[in-house]
């Protein structure tokens, strides 16, 4: 099976901004994932990232994501939808995913699916707790996510 990656993206102490790093939490919590899954807490590496991206066939983001819907809104994008929500930048940490997503075009490593799954934030300031309506809504990411897989024909379980 080829390997996959499942990136959690953001700053833990900014709030609904660590979503994804959280939702990564969740998941290895709930789920158990073949070796051929690496769930990794990328948080705001960026560029630091590559190394991790090499050879990957698959690439699942877990991240805030501003879409302009509700709070706490599941949202799903994938290949070339994801560049024109990175527009609408939301963090600092959105600019290094847009730069990894070009350094990896160019140099030919790009994975043959992209999928962005992830949330519409509440709040992005200072703090350790994700909002209640994104707190609300985590499990049904962390679904969407082991959905997805399973989908990609990765036998996905509960722990």
Known sequence: MPAILVLGLGNIIMRDEGLGVRACERLTQRYRVPDSVTVLDGGTLGLDLLP????????????AINAGHPPGA???????????ILALKMSMH??????????????????SRIVLLGMEPLLIEPGLDLSDPVLANLDRLVEAVAAELQSWGVPVSPA
């Open 52 to 63: 991790y991206l090499e050879g990957i066939a698959d690439l699942l983001i877990l991240d």
């Open 74 to 84: 599941i949202v799903r994008l994938e290949n070339e939808q994801i560049p024109q």
């Open 94 to 111: 959105q600019v290094g995913l847009q730069e990894l997503l070009a350094v990896m075009a160019l140099r030919g490593h790009t994975p």
